[in-house]
């Protein structure tokens, strides 16, 4: 007796399985596989914001005047959506994600001394060779600065480390670079005469300081971790 209603429980279990499928496909739910979606926006916004919520974003210059797009999509069960719009002071490109929607790699060109605000919830955000100012913001995840030229740049990471490296040629004013969960590595252009403002701070690993210091200096540095090694040094 046992046995058959055991049996019974697993017929109605499997059909129950399928008819959710069968109802998922006929209203677009789900799609499990991988896209590539992208999109090309004309902007004269002096900055732009870039949100991802379910995956990471890496951002470099392009052409004048267009925010370039590359949006690969793994669909789960709900399609993730992504927008971009240029009009107005502010570009946006912007990813939403259903519950259960799966991820987006999210790969942005955007015009040359543009200002950049990015945002993930889910993955890095990682910047190359950018030359407006910077805010980079992961939520889960680490914060990457490569060949930098920008003067003003604040980039955290509430579960990873930040690392920003500057090019050799570039002139950074202001930096604020901070870890909730991870180290902090900032590394500054080796220009000769030039001296930085420097606050660096650990609550749980190591400080190093290796440029040279100034209190009084308009260039200033912010390099704090609550959990982890704070480096500040030329590279």
């Not at 019974?8 to 008819?19: E, F, G, P, Q, S």
């Not at 739910?29 to 991988?34: D, I, L, S, V």
């Not at 590539?36 to 916004?45: D, G, H, I, V, Y």
């Not at 052409?63 to 590359?70: A, C």
Request: charged letters at 20%; aromatic letters at 4%.
């Amino acid at each position: 007796m046992a046995l058959t209603i055991l049996f019974v429980l697993l017929i109605v279990v499997a059909v129950a399985a399928v008819a959710v499928y069968v109802a998922s496909r006929s209203i677009g739910g789900f799609n499990a596989g991988t896209e590539t979606k992208r999109l090309e926006t004309q902007t004269q916004a002096s900055s732009v914001r870039i949100d991802n919520s379910c995956g990471p974003i890496s951002v470099r210059e392009g052409s004048e005047g267009v925010v370039l797009t590359e949006a690969r999509i793994t669909t789960l069960w709900r399609s993730p959506t992504v927008t971009s719009r240029g009009g107005g002071d502010q570009a946006r490109v912007e990813v939403r994600c259903p519950t259960f929607s799966g991820n987006v790699r999210l790969t942005v060109q955007v015009p040359p001394g543009i200002d950049v605000e990015a945002r993930s919830s889910a993955g890095t955000v990682a910047a190359d060779g950018l030359s407006g100012a910077l805010d980079l913001h992961s939520s889960a995840g680490s914060v990457q600065g490569e060949g930098l030229q920008s003067d003003q740049v604040a980039a955290e990471s509430s579960a990873g480390s930040v690392s920003l490296r500057w090019a050799q040629d570039a002139d950074p004013q202001r930096v604020d670079a901070s870890s909730s969960a991870g180290s902090v590595t900032v590394l500054l252009p080796d220009q000769r005469g030039t001296a930085y403002a420097v606050d660096a701070d650990s609550s749980a690993g190591s400080v190093t300081v290796e440029v040279r210091t100034d209190p009084q200096s308009e260039r200033s540095v912010r390099a704090h971790s609550s959990a982890g090694s704070v480096r500040v040094a030329y590279g």
